[in-house]
């Protein structure tokens, strides 16, 4: 059964920094996986989707990177801004069925 | 409409009471996902329906819950004779599912409470 951990739970950083959100998962025979963006009284945005033949991709400030082999994904995200504080979450999609399984979730806080 | 739109946004109710959340996708969307959100929890897996095949319900807790899709559009998912730990934020998605790696669209969610 796929398991995906998201470590820290929390991360506070100064503005400006570049940073990196880890995501872990157990069973490495993924379709995908994904990284949301959730704000607090609103719905999930989806960031980015990385196919399991992909090793990452980019959006703006943020890339995201897949080792299928090590079970790990991360995302990176430059030049830091207060507008990035909001929980990051990660899923895996498998190729035997449409569900998703997430991480918790890491809590980000960028400090002006 | 431009978006997923879930009602009620909060929900506040009496433990054993019934209560139904609404979910409409966006138009044209085939897809569509029931998730449950516990505070510091992931979102937990409830029911998948795509187009007219047989939903997926494997995700749902107990034989309380449970959730339609009328037209091939809005869904409904509703819990019957509410428990406190059935509060949570109920989720609903949608996707267009042409190919397989599709970008799911989240509602805003209803925030369930049950006292």
């Known amino acids: 059964k796929q398991e995906v951990t998201q470590i820290p739970a929390a991360l506070s950083v100064p503005e400006g920094e570049n940073l990196v959100l880890n995501c872990s998962f157990t069973?490495?025979?993924?379709?995908?996986l994904q990284w949301f963006r959730q704000d607090p009284g609103k719905g999930l945005t989806s960031l980015l989707l990385?196919?399991?033949s992909q090793r990452e991709q980019t959006s703006g400030r943020l890339n995201a990177s897949l080792d299928k082999s090590s079970g790990r994904s991360t995302l990176y995200i430059a030049a830091s801004q207060p507008g990035d504080s909001a929980t990051y979450l990660c899923a895996t999609e498998s190729y035997s069925n449409y569900q998703l399984i997430w991480g918790a979730g890491t809590k980000l806080i960028i400090k002006p | 409409g431009a978006g997923v739109s879930q009602s009620p946004s909060n929900k506040v109710t009496e433990k054993g009471k019934d209560v139904e959340l609404r979910c409409d996708p966006i138009?044209?969307?085939?897809?569509l996902y029931w998730y449950r959100q516990s505070l510091g929890q992931g979102l937990e897996f409830l029911i998948y329906f795509q187009g007219n095949s047989a939903p997926d319900k494997s995700g749902l807790p107990s034989d309380r819950f449970s959730a339609e899709r009328t037209g091939g559009s809005v869904s409904t998912l509703t819990i019957q004779r509410t428990q406190q730990e059935d509060s949570a934020v109920y989720l609903c998605?949608?996707?267009?599912?042409?190919?397989?790696?599709?970008?799911?669209?989240f509602g805003a969610g209803s925030r369930l409470t049950v006292l």
């Open positions: 998605a949608s996707s267009s599912r042409g190919s397989r790696a599709n970008v799911l669209t």
């Open positions: 990385i196919q399991s």
């Open positions: 138009s044209g969307h085939t897809a």
């Open positions: 069973d490495s025979a993924i379709y995908n």
